[in-house]
């Protein structure tokens, strides 16, 4: 182990020691086993390997130089649970005020180096996203502050407390407003813990605050069944989907349930195979209309009077009071067709957040008969509770001067609010202004203290997101800085010195009254990671009609979507190299956000990609996303961080000023350009049978329809050697593209399992990107509203791999499981198996990506480099690498067998792209073992090989898409 | 290889043998002229350069140049390839007239076979440098070691290029080597300088010229000449196996193997011929490189030319003829309607057709035209590389993954470097070696002189 | 000490008469230095060589030891599967191919150089250095003991077959 | 080249054992003749550690009155190897070690006669007759026990030298090799001293031959550590601990068959003994002192490592101990042997990779191996007589390189 870093370790805790809140101690952070992944980060030895090779004689001379040496420094007492080169896994809850997923932490040597979804969990049944996966390198953010600030200047806990507490108790006592802003709040303890806080202190007034709010839903709930809430959506028990800007798979509400249900009642298997439909009306390509059935651009404006006229299409059928509505611009006739064929088996749901929009949804689903089934009330989801009202509100008390303290808890309005300049000049108003922001961002820069909070795999919680599913969270490693948790914060200013964890396990001892075993029940529970109470559906109050009505649409120039990247969401991570690298899975654009406009619209007014335009006075480059409903534009919010860290400041714009379908011009500023960073630049499958595609009907009658090729292709290969012969293992791999949804989460689960390096915008622009597995996209037909089709690709494996043959060092050939190995030290770097691997899946490390400055991200950064996976070799500059098909965990999968004396089994190793899938879509296993699921899916008459007509015979395969259309 | 009959004169002006000696050798005693400085200036110049692009490549990375994950093989590949390719002329001059006992060919093949040393040398250059890791170069070779041993991929195109280029240099520059001791012999016992007399005198490997000496001479030049007969042959078609052997549409045919020695030899025969020019022009060696010898080249030329064409036109209808989807967009839609349109048609126009003004008697005749063509052919063939390596890499099988190639100035610099170490060479050679072959220019001398001339034949 | 008898000539025919002349009057002729190679004066001499075997030789033994190369490398001593293809592939071919010229070319060029030895910086020990310009040379031994009117006739008969000058030499050349 | 050094080291330590044999031999046949002597108390100083005869229970019991409670058979064969018998599953000796906090009782190098004057002297009370410890006095065994013990290490420790030595004599050959080149090539040119010219190319090329020699082995050698002895901040004896006191190496190094590292004991495992032994045979209390003071400053013990793989290798211990069922010593040479750890292999691919193709496989007795059908059914064909690692993929690059 290397000394340098572990002193600077102990230096980012040197006051650990000091805060004696966690008394539950965690191991010690530092143990043999590190040493691994820290001579990696060094890389002392591998600069000493090239000198080797660039000077062998010289070096031989005075070969009596020292080796570095390399400590070894053990635990003083090893806690029993910890076993160095093992890797533990803990149950534990990612929420981070927006998305909610049940995790498994993967911890090396008491440090987390990967999340895994947990299969425990009933909601997110081990799924991740994207922004789940990377949110591990956040733990390892140099961003992050290393401990609490007073007025920009560092300051310590006591300080800190003891002014706080003085303040707060000087308004109290002069019973001044005190607002305590935070994002949604599902934690049951934390929130009895504010309603404590703030019965101690009736001068607190409790504001939550959404940067995306959803509150319309709520409010029409409230009129429609007079619950303010949103109901719990189950995309699995619905026939037919229809969606209206709700980017349900991407980041509506919860996309990763909502991805495992949708495709759940999308897998094609078994003799009467069963398919849901998808609709979507959007006023963008989001990932959920990329995957729909049928979609259907509008603009903004006409969303109320397609719904209003679906409605009244229902309606006339249902026998329900018809309204008076505008003409539609889309035909709905099929919509509502299909709709009434599938009464109480369907589900209508909108994005937008407009009452009068989400009165209309609600009718519709229940003219439908879908309250109870597919929407049900009585479990409602406690996502989204901010709202935009209460937050309008405090901004005008602010600037009235009416707050004379805010307490600021995990949300940044400074950046964020549609209105943040009002913000601002309120937040100055105020007396007291306290931030938990555990970075420096746009608002805690504008509070005298920011107290950092812990990361979420540091600390202590439990979460409700929906009635009566709960989920713990648990730290996973001791606080790396001198950070603590906003809960303790809390119970530090109410005087109670326990910690949180305790007061949660005391609110659970209530909320588990009934319990006979409390100490077992409780430690199931934090095992587990999820604990799925026996709720009662409670009557459900009769659907209370409102009047529904319907603007004509607007004639306007253009009308201006903003919406979330599937990897940046609201910017909170703007700082993750990781999601600002994770090619959007439309676009395929890294690094920055841009103004999407419609084909025709630039073919009008001459606009080509990276030209830059003005917006509401904004420069920002243009991109021409096929698929944009002519007369909209979209523009992503989530960018132009100012105060985010190194890899997220001044990337893009921000865009959270403009509002839903605000209408706007847009003006060419001739003869400038922004470069745009994307991973692929072609988008047109040039007819070749890459994607192969069906339709439902034609599956059912024929299920060999759309892979028509593979009978042919396999008839009309021929060979010169015989096929190998494998015995025991044959790895494969299977990827339905009917599931797949190309939400790219497996991009970044690869990243992290693989220690795939981020190479900033430049090199990606340059084509350099560093992913081993990609999602290709492809439009196909009608430019104005093509299909669109999604396809993960990463080494195939090949039986009679190319680039094995061309390798003149061996360095790449194949094993007797039927992986094609990759050596990265034998590597020479002649490329030759990249240009030779008709898949492109082959990576070169042009640079060095490790400890470089040009490429300051977290590879170059000692904190940073605690991310890294010690299983896996960190490449060097010069080599090439690729999907390895993670061959540590084959490797650590068929030990485990094998130390348990046992055969392998079905299960027992799981990808990193496998194991964290939303919608399933991959599979792999023993291609020998008869009664696998891969096997299952190699005989599935939708099996085909990408390009198999090479005859590379892969052990990836693909199973055809399937569309539920008619086209 | 020395006695054989001749179809005309190849030696014009009535020399004697004295006059050979004298003529051939004058130029390495006169005082260094003027354009050797200034040339030898530019070549420096453009070599430090071109080290300046290997130590930022070496020390930055091969991310220094302009290649992505698609198309991972750029410049540097070009110019191996035609470097090479420009290497194949030494030999095929040699080797190949020796073998159809084309008597012409002695005036200039020793030019032509330094010009190959050179160009492998330069060409030899590239594999090195484009390779990620070059300090572990030596993985390549199959050393025992302690890694179990572990030995190398012998099915690789890859290592077949190492080892058949290494051969190459090899058996050239001892070809070579052996057909000049002679000649040192001959300065060493002509010349007045005494340092001449002492370096030359090592060179010259303490040569006799009696008559056991000149039989295993000849036995021996002819027996290395025999072996390395098959190398013109075999080094190309195998640096084509780095491309025919692969899947990428555009490389993988049968074509490549012929269709790439004889691209080599048109190139090697093109620079050849600007050279001679250059040579001819600079050492008033007319009477050595007559007029006919150009237009010997010059019809050559025009054959392989024809030949190219047809080759390019085969390519097509084999892409067409095999329907095979691939094969079809690289030949028809990327290169000769698409991107790579302009690349496609300088290849094609400066090889296939350009070269065909030879049939013009005034233009063979015109020593400028036949310099402008031969300089044109050696555009054309770099262009034809630049086709094949580019436009196959840069949009191949899935769509998703295509993506364009720029070179940097790094790159630039690195292709100018060989070019600099290439004309240093060469004026080196210009300078201290004897740029005609002596001893077998006087062998044909008495022969010739007497028969009609070679020139005025038709 | 070795004496020849040298008789310097313009031209090469007048030297191949002169060498014709002198072994019909039984004279041995003993060597001919000329600045290029020719043929006729080899078959006077009966001067053979058996580099070609040698080479023969070369080749067969390096085309087998590279095959036996490859095949333990690859198939006995580390082997390892490529893209599909069984272990002993037909790519050996190629290999084999260059090595065995390679082993050739090499080999020969260096039987010529030992069997001729020369070697860099050998010091030459030519009768006549014109002969590497533009004399031919033809050498009769003068044996020791040899009677002078011998000596005298092979000069008479020299000077008669064209030869502008008629030296003695005591250089020892190696042949 | 590795097999010849591991030879000769084996060789060596072979030496080593016979004459330490034969030394105790002939100590214990002058002892066993009476019982009760100063050796018996000599002996017992290693029970004391952990044992007292009457009064407190240290580590282990109190051993008054043992010999009735206990068969003496049972008792003998208990302090020669007592994890022997545990893992035999002698019930007895299970509960002892269970009671006993499941610290294990080093083994002792006693012999049945030494035993047997061991407990006579416990029945005593642990006193000796006056006339014994008189006796006692003038043989001063201690130092040659410990020089005794020392023998093979010290052979260890030459043969480290020498080869230490001989690198350093390789580089002063490297440049007597090109002295001679040069001079040769200068007398060859210039002075001509010596006539025949033979002997210069003889000796330029013999001496081209050497250099090319030593640079292939330098290089070779580059970046590998064989024969590395670091000194360690505890001078921490494997000899008296897992030879004379026969502790199982996965006494400490436990985590060794469950995980890719063997594991750095934490200090606490050393205060299991530590706790009462405050003084070792050879460095007395200066070593044990540092255990205390980790403790003390809560400071861990930095230990050097000695065995260092690069980091594009995976190696793991579990796999190699647990399933693989190999002894330590196949890879870290006798250990029992040694003071401080020497790095025996050079730690080479080609020196895995040898044992890959040489060693069995586990494939009758572990049921992992079952799926492979082909293998087994060959094997009972006849086909072939074992499974080596190389035979289930052993010897490729994605068994260690990931």
């Not at chain 1, 989460?745 to 990107?769: L, M, S, T």
């Not at chain 3, 003695?168 to 190696?174: A, G, L, P, Q, R």
């Not at chain 4, 302090?79 to 906090?101: C, F, H, T």
Request: with cysteine; charged share 20%; glycine share 6%.
């Amino acid at each position: 182990m290397d000394k340098q870093y572990w002193q600077s370790l102990e230096d980012y805790r040197e006051t650990k020691t000091k805060s004696d809140f966690s008394k539950k101690a965690e191991p010690e952070f530092s143990i043999e086993g590190l040493d691994e992944s820290e001579i990696k980060a060094k890389s002392s030895r591998r600069d000493f390997l090239k000198m080797l090779g660039f000077s062998v004689s010289a070096v031989a001379l005075v070969s009596s130089c020292q080796m570095p040496v390399r400590k070894a420094i053990p635990l003083l007492n090893q806690p029993e649970e910890l076993t160095p080169g093992v890797a533990n896994y803990f149950a534990s809850t990612f929420f981070d005020g927006t998305d909610y997923c049940s995790i498994l932490v993967k911890t090396r040597e008491n440090r987390p180096i990967k999340i895994e979804g947990n299969d425990m969990s009933k909601l997110t049944k081990g799924g991740t996203s994207s922004r789940v996966q990377a949110s591990v390198l956040n733990l390892y953010d140099d961003a992050r502050l290393k401990g609490p600030m007073k007025s920009g200047n560092a300051t310590d806990w006591e300080t800190a407390d003891k002014e706080v507490i003085e303040k707060l108790t000087v308004l109290a006592d002069e019973g001044k407003k005190v607002v305590l802003l935070t994002s949604t709040i599902i934690s049951p303890s934390t929130t009895a813990l504010i309603e404590e806080f703030t019965l101690a202190n009736p001068n607190v007034e409790w504001v939550m605050y959404d940067a995306m709010s959803m509150s319309a839903i709520r409010n029409a709930n409230d009129l429609n069944f007079g619950r303010p809430v949103i109901p719990s959506y189950s995309f699995d028990k619905a026939k037919v989907i229809v969606g209206f800007n709700a980017d349900y798979l991407g980041n509506w509400l919860m996309p990763v349930t909502f991805s495992k249900q949708y495709s759940s009642s999308r897998k094609i298997s078994g003799k009467n195979p069963k398919m849901s439909r998808s609709y979507q009306f959007e006023s963008l390509m989001s990932l959920t209309g990329s995957n729909a059935d049928y979609r259907f651009g509008i603009k903004p404006s006409e969303e109320a009077i397609v719904l209003l006229n679906l409605y009244n299409k229902i309606a006339e059928s249902t026998g329900m009071s018809v309204y008076n509505a505008p003409k539609s611009p889309v035909d709905v006739t099929d919509v509502a067709t299909d709709l009434l064929k599938n009464k109480g088996k369907s589900l209508v749901v909108s994005g937008t957040n407009e009452l009068n929009i989400q009165l209309i949804v609600n009718a519709i689903n229940n003219a439908l008969g879908n309250y109870g089934t597919t929407l049900n009330i009585s479990l409602p989801v406690n996502l989204k509770q901010g709202n935009e009202k209460a937050m309008e509100a405090l901004v005008k008390d602010m600037n009235a001067g009416k707050v004379d303290g805010i307490l600021i808890q995990n949300v940044n309005p400074a950046y964020d609010y549609s209105n943040a300049s009002d913000f601002k000049t309120g937040l100055a108003k105020v007396d007291t202004k306290v931030s938990f922001a555990d970075t420096m961002d746009e608002t805690a820069q504008l509070c005298d203290y920011v107290l950092p909070d812990h990361n979420y795999l540091e600390s202590w919680n439990d979460a409700e997101p929906i009635r009566g599913s709960y989920s713990i969270m648990q730290p996973t490693i001791r606080p790396i800085f001198n950070t603590r948790q906003f809960q303790d914060t809390m119970l530090k200013w109410m005087g109670n010195d326990g910690d949180f964890s305790d007061y949660m396990e005391n609110n659970w001892k209530t909320m588990l009254a009934d319990s006979t075993n409390f100490e077992s029940d409780w430690n199931n529970i934090k095992h587990d990671g999820v604990y799925h109470a026996k709720v009662e559906s409670d009557e459900l109050s009769n659907f209370s009609a409102q009047s529904l009505k319907a603007r004509t649409s607007k004639n306007v120039d253009i009308e201006l979507v903003p919406y979330e990247k599937i990897g940046m969401g609201i910017g909170k991570y703007s700082n993750n190299p990781w999601l600002q690298e994770m090619p959007d899975p439309i676009t395929t654009t890294t690094w920055d956000n841009y103004l999407a406009i419609s084909p025709a619209y630039a073919d009008d007014n001459n606009l080509k990609l990276e030209d830059i335009v003005e917006v509401n006075g904004i420069e920002m480059p243009v991109l021409v996303q096929p698929g944009q409903p002519v007369g909209t534009a979209s523009v992503a919010v989530g960018y132009g961080r100012t105060s985010a860290g190194k890899a997220g400041d001044g990337r893009g714009f921000n865009a959270f000023g403009f509002k839903f379908g605000e209408s706007i011009t847009i003006n060419k500023i001739a003869g400038k350009t922004y470069p745009l960073a994307m991973t692929q630049m072609h988008h047109d499958m040039e007819e070749r049978p890459i994607v192969r595609e069906t339709t439902f009907d034609q599956f059912k009658k024929d299920p060999k329809s759309g892979n028509e090729l593979h009978t042919y292709d396999e008839k009309h290969n021929v060979t010169l050697y015989n096929k190998i012969k494998y015995d025991g293992l044959h790895w494969g791999m299977s990827i339905d593209l009917t599931s797949c949804t190309g939400c790219a989460n497996c991009v970044i689960a690869c990243q992290a399992e693989n220690n795939v390096p981020v190479i900033g915008k430049e090199q990606v622009k340059n084509r350099r990107i560093m992913h081993w597995m990609r999602i290709d996209r492809y439009y196909s037909k009608d430019e104005a509203n093509p299909e669109v089709f999604h396809m993960p690709v990463m080494c195939q494996h090949c039986d009679n791999a190319p680039c094995e043959n061309v390798c003149p060092v061996a360095a790449t050939n194949h094993s007797t499981e039927g992986l094609n190995q990759m050596a990265y030290n034998r590597c020479i770097g002649t490329r030759y198996c990249m240009n030779n691997c008709p898949y492109k899946v082959r990576r070169f490390n042009w640079f060095e990506f490790v400890n470089n400055n040009n490429f300051d991200y977290n590879m170059n950064s000692e904190l940073g480099k605690l991310v890294l996976n010690p299983d896996v070799t960190v490449r060097q500059r010069g080599v090439v690498e690729k999907c390895s098909m993670c061959v540590q965990r084959i490797q650590e999968g068929k030990l485990t067998a094998k130390m348990q004396d046992r055969e392998l089994r079905e299960g027992d190793i799981k990808m990193a792209c496998e194991q964290s899938c939303p919608t399933d879509a991959i599979t792999f296993g023993n291609l020998l073992d008869e009664n696998s699921a891969i096997k299952e899916d190699q005989d599935n008459p939708r099996m085909y090989h990408l390009l198999e007509s090479l005859h590379t015979l892969p052990s990836t395969s693909y199973l055809t898409r399937v569309r539920n259309n008619e086209s | 290889m020395y006695n054989t009959r001749v179809r005309g004169v190849l030696i014009k002006g009535n020399k004697s043998l004295k006059d050979v000696t004298q003529d051939v050798l004058r130029p390495m005693d006169a005082p260094m002229p003027r354009w050797w400085y200034v040339t030898a200036f530019l070549a420096i110049s453009a070599m430090i350069w071109g080290v300046w692009g290997f130590y930022n490549t070496i020390s930055t990375g091969i991310g220094t140049w302009g290649l992505n994950n698609n198309v991972a093989w750029g410049w540097a590949i070009i110019n191996f390839v035609w470097w090479i390719g420009i290497g194949h002329a030494g030999t095929a001059f040699s080797i190949f007239l020796l073998i159809l006992r084309q008597k012409w060919r002695t005036s200039i093949n020793r030019a032509a076979e330094a010009m190959t040393i050179f160009a492998v040398m330069a060409a030899g250059l590239f594999p090195l440098i484009h390779m990620g890791r070059i300090w572990d170069g030596f993985f390549i070779f199959p050393y025992w070691n302690t890694r179990g041993p572990l030995w190398d991929n012998f099915n690789s195109p890859l290592f077949w290029d190492v080892v058949a280029i290494s051969t190459y240099l090899t058996a050239s520059f001892l070809f070579w080597y052996l057909g000049m001791i002679p000649d040192f012999a001959t300065i060493r016992e002509t010349t007045a300088s005494k340092i001449k007399k002492k370096i030359y005198g090592v060179m010259s490997f303490g040569w006799l010229g009696n008559a056991r000496s000149w039989l295993r001479f000849e036995t021996a030049a002819l027996l290395l000449g025999g072996l390395a007969a098959p190398l013109v042959v075999s080094v190309h078609s195998i640096v084509s196996m780095d491309f025919a052997v692969s899947v990428i549409p555009g490389w993988h045919t049968t074509i490549f193997p012929p269709y790439f020695v004889i691209g080599a030899i048109f190139s090697g025969f093109g620079m050849v011929l600007t050279l001679m020019i250059v040579l001819r022009k600079l050492y008033k060696f007319n009477d050595y490189v007559t007029d006919g010898h150009l237009e010997a080249i010059a019809r050559i030329l025009t054959f392989i030319s024809l030949i190219m064409g047809s080759a390019y036109l085969i390519e097509l209808f084999t892409a067409w003829y095999s329907g095979n989807e691939y094969e079809l967009f690289t030949f028809l839609k990327n290169r000769v309607t698409g991107e790579y349109t302009f690349a496609y048609w300088s290849m094609l126009t400066c090889n296939a057709i350009i070269p065909q003004l030879f049939w013009f008697k005034k233009i063979r005749k015109n020593i400028t035209m036949v310099f402008i063509i031969s300089l044109f052919i050696n555009i054309g063939m770099w262009f034809e590389r630049y086709v094949i390596v580019v436009t196959s890499l840069s949009r191949d099988f899935l769509p998703a993954t295509w993506a364009t190639y720029e070179p940097t100035i790094t790159e630039v610099a690195v292709f100018a470097g060989t070019i600099g170490l290439f004309v240093m060479g060469v004026i080196s050679f210009f300078r201290w070696i004897p740029t005609i072959a002596i001893s077998e220019v006087k062998s044909v001398l008495k022969e010739t002189t007497t028969l009609k001339s070679f020139t005025d034949e038709d | 000490m070795k004496t020849n008898i040298l008789g310097v000539y313009d031209d090469e025919h007048d030297i191949l008469h002169a060498v014709d002349k002198l072994q019909d009057g039984g004279i041995p002729v003993k060597d001919v230095f000329s600045p290029f190679p020719m043929h006729h004066v080899w078959e006077k001499l009966n001067l053979t060589t058996r580099l070609p075997y040698a080479t023969f030789i070369y080749g067969v033994v390096g085309g087998i030891m590279t095959f036996a190369l490859l095949y333990w490398t690859s198939v006995v001593s580390y082997p390892l599967k490529f893209g599909g293809k069984p272990l002993n592939t037909l790519s050996f071919i190629i290999i084999m191919f260059v090595i065995t010229i390679l082993i050739g070319t090499i080999f020969t060029a260096a039987t010529f150089f030992i069997r001729q030895k020369l070697w860099p910086g050998k010091e030459s020990k030519l009768p006549d250095g014109r002969s590497a310009d533009d004399k031919f040379v033809l050498v009769v031994e003068k044996t020791e003991g040899m009677p002078e009117e011998e000596v005298t006739k092979i000069k008479d008969l020299l000077t008669e077959t064209g030869a502008v000058e008629v030296n003695e030499s005591n250089v020892d050349y190696e042949d | 080249m590795i097999i010849n050094n591991f030879v000769r080291i084996n060789a060596l330590m072979i030496k080593g054992y016979i004459f330490s044999g034969l030394f105790s031999l002939l100590m214990l046949i002058s002892m066993s003749s009476f019982a009760q002597t100063a050796q018996d108390e000599k002996n017992f100083q290693q029970c004391k550690a952990c044992h007292n005869i009457d009064g407190a229970k240290l580590i282990g019991p109190n051993l008054k009155g043992i010999s009735e409670k206990r068969d003496e058979a049972w008792l003998i064969k208990f302090i020669q190897n007592s994890q022997e018998m545990i893992q035999n599953g002698d019930e007895l000796a299970v509960q002892v070690y269970n009671e006993n906090n499941k610290i294990p009782m080093p083994s002792q190098n006693f012999t049945d006669e030494e035993v047997r004057g061991l407990l006579l002297y416990i029945e005593g009370g642990g006193v000796l007759p006056e006339s014994e410890a008189v006796a006692q006095a003038a043989v001063d065994t201690e130092e040659q026990q410990a020089n005794k013990l020392n023998v093979a290490a010290d052979a260890e420790l030459l043969l480290v030298k020498m080869k230490r030595d001989g690198m350093r004599n390789m580089s002063y050959v490297f440049i007597i090799m090109v002295i001679l080149i040069v001079v040769s090539l200068f007398d060859l040119a210039v002075f001509h001293i010596v006539k025949a010219r033979w002997i210069h190319y003889i000796i330029v090329l013999t001496a081209i031959v050497v250099i090319s020699e030593i640079i292939f082995v330098d290089a070779t050698s580059l970046g590998r550590q064989q024969y590395y002895q670091p000194d360690q901040p505890v001078w921490f004896s494997h000899k008296v601990h897992a030879g004379q006191n026969q502790i199982d190496c996965r006494y400490c190094h436990f985590t060794v068959d469950r995980s890719m590292s063997a594991g750095i004991p934490p200090v606490e495992t050393c205060l299991n003994c530590h706790n009462q032994v405050k003084e070792g045979p050879i460095t007395g209390t200066k070593e044990i002192e540092k255990i205390y003071a980790s403790i003390e400053n809560n400071k861990p013990i930095e230990w050097v490592k000695v065995y260092n793989l690069p980091d594009h290798v995976y190696f793991n211990h579990a796999q190699h101990v647990n399933v693989g069922k190999l002894d330590c010593a196949q890879c870290h040479g006798e250990v029992k042997e040694m003071d401080e750890i020497i790095q025996i292999p050079d730690l080479s691919m080609g020196w895995c990779i040898e044992c890959h193709r040489t060693e069995d496989v586990q494939f009758a007795t572990n049921k992992f191996y079952d799926q492979y059908k082909e293998l087994h059914q060959k094997l009972k064909d006849g086909e072939i007589s074992n499974v080596t690692v190389q035979n289930i993929g052993g010897d490729e690059c994605a068994k260690c390189h990931y």
